[in-house]
């Protein structure tokens, strides 16, 4: 019983971690919440479900398909609604951000509908016992491969290639960066581009997940992937891994004791500990020498 | 090598450069001296295109690379080091170093290159791994050269390299300028330490608010009494 809460606590974990990583990298870059991120997974859900619907593809192209939309999704908002306030005051992209929120809601109610649909499974869901201790279902596992193997992909390109070094580089100082030849428009888009792509792939697994897309379904797991990049200390991916699982284990583990309060949990994680650590788990600051 | 015309840079309303000229040939140390606030910085990041200027041309190498994209002007060439280092502080001292490189695609040049840093700067060669916010403000600024001198530049620009740093280093550093300069680089030295700067240079700019006010050899310039009163500290 209890492996199985952690195996379901580390699966809705995962996906918090996913939608988190969006909000981290786009904040390490411009130091923007981009509100518009939940949108960007509601908006992976509905290409997700679409594909298998509609188009009949299998899922893991689905999966792809959706990836790749709101990668594009992601580099037109940025282009769109970011990218021309860069030199103005702090709120002007924030506010821009909630209205491309909820400009990306509306749309997806008038093109969608207010009911929320059902995600066909089209492959097999079995249950896996996995000895004596706990029984895991193969939805679970798949969310955690996914998880798994793109977080591992976003740490391998960040830390181990030029495209890394560079992002870190514009991440940490985008002046200096250009003098380095580094084209920081293009980081900036690209950075966009994969937070969306990771977050369309979370909007993906918790459709299938929960068997349950609908226009408004961004709302709480985009505030969640938020708090679990704050948690994790926001700029910081690493921590955003962290924070998210962190986040999916307390709240599964919680909701167990006080089921009515499941959403409340989160804040108060949060509170807590930006309380003992302001900075967040991970984030730390580093001291410049002048 | 490089030539400035007429250049005019504004930050919104403040005029930070009112027109200024410049010249520099092939292999030379030329130097911008002045005070807080003159305008010096603004003058290698106009060059660099950090800030574009409002008018005038720049030309460097006989073409024109006024407002040209950064990376395009470092690809020509021109490297600069900026004011206060700006090291990437929570990389290591490698990552720094190879982010020099970062237009520079041939394994083997890089490699050839990281070996002729570690001549100049043998501390970097111990410390690859170390954190760079953790290093000395000497060390950081032998870094930030060294990451300068990765790009391969024709022309290199120095922000005030001396700043914050003691004596012993400072004559270290400006050593190590004329060995940069010797082998070959073109260099622009900004600096308040006029001394230092006009003692290796060829040719001296002394800049007040946003003007050249003179522009001489930098032998007539540290024997020129309004220099002399202003800038060496003598009366
Ligand atoms: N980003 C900026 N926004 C507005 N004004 C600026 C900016 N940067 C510089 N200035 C102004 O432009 C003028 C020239 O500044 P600059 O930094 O070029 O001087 P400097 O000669 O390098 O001085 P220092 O020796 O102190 O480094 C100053 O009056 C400064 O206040
Ligand atoms: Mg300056």
């Not at chain 1, 920081?184 to 697994?205: C, E, H, K, N, Y």
């Not at chain 2, 700019?205 to 001489?216: C, H, S």
Request: hydrophobic share 50%; aromatic share 6%; with cysteine.
């Amino acid at each position: 019983m209890f492996f199985e809460q952690i195996i379901n606590g580390l699966a809705l974990g995962s996906t918090y971690s996913l939608i988190a990583l969006g909000y981290t990298m786009v904040y390490g870059i411009l130091e923007l919440i981009n509100f518009a991120h939940s949108e960007i997974y509601m908006t992976g859900a509905f290409i997700g479900l679409t594909m298998v619907t509609v188009y009949k593809v299998p899922f893991p192209i689905a999966l792809l398909i959706s990836m790749a939309g709101s990668c594009i999704l992601g580099v037109c908002i940025e282009k769109a609604a970011y990218k021309p306030l860069r030199k103005a005051n702090r709120i002007a992209p924030l506010i821009s951000a909630i209205g491309v929120s909820i400009f990306l809601q509306n749309l997806a109610l008038i093109i969608a509908g207010p009911q929320a649909r059902a995600f066909p499974k089209n492959f097999k869901v079995t249950t896996i016992q996995v000895g004596s201790l706990f029984k895991i279902s193969s939805i679970q596992l798949l969310i955690l491969l996914v998880s798994i193997v793109l977080m591992i992909g976003l740490h391998f390109l960040i830390n181990k290639t030029k495209i890394g070094q560079a992002i870190r580089a514009t991440a940490q100082d985008k002046e200096t960066a250009q003098l380095m030849g580094i084209k920081i428009d293009r980081i900036i888009s690209l950075t966009f581009a994969i937070g969306s792509a990771l977050g369309g792939a979370a909007g993906v697994l918790v459709g299938v997940y929960f068997n349950s897309v609908d226009p408004m379904m961004g709302f709480f797991p985009g505030l969640k992937g938020f708090v679990a990049a704050v948690l994790g200390g926001i700029g910081n991916i690493p921590g955003a891994m962290v924070g998210g699982l962190i986040l999916g284990l307390v709240e599964v583990i919680g909701a167990v004791y006080m089921s009515q309060y499941k959403d409340a949990i989160a804040f108060a994680v949060l509170i807590i500990i930006l309380l003992l650590k302001p900075t967040g788990l991970l984030g730390q600051k580093v001291q410049e020498k002048v | 090598m490089l030539v400035l015309e007429n250049i005019v840079t504004h930050y919104g309303n403040i005029q930070a450069l009112k027109g200024i000229s410049l010249k520099i040939n092939k292999g030379e140390i030329v130097t911008i001296i002045g005070a807080n606030g003159a305008g010096k910085t603004t003058t290698l990041k106009t060059i660099c295109s950090l800030v574009k200027p409002t008018s005038g041309k720049i030309f460097f190498e006989g073409n024109d690379i006024t407002s040209k994209h950064t990376s395009d002007i470092v690809e020509a060439g021109i490297a600069l080091v900026p004011e206060g280092r700006r090291v990437f502080p929570k990389m290591t001292v490698m990552e720094n170093l190879s982010l020099g490189a970062y237009l520079n695609n041939d394994r083997n040049k890089i490699k050839n290159d990281l070996e002729k840093v570690f001549d100049l700067f043998p501390v970097l060669k111990n410390r690859l791994k170390q954190v760079s916010g953790t290093l000395s403000g000497g060390e950081q600024q032998m870094l930030a050269m060294g990451r300068a001198l990765m790009a391969r530049p024709k022309l290199l620009l120095l922000d005030e390299p001396s700043m914050g740093l003691a004596p012993k280093i400072v004559s270290n550093i400006f050593d190590i300028i004329q060995q940069i300069n010797s082998e070959g680089t073109t260099i622009l030295l900004v600096e308040q330490n006029a001394q230092m700067a006009l003692s290796i240079a060829n040719k001296g700019y002394v800049m007040e608010t946003g003007r050249f006010i003179l522009e001489d050899s930098a032998n007539t310039l540290l024997n020129n009494e309004e220099v002399k009163k202003a800038y060496l500290g003598e009366s």
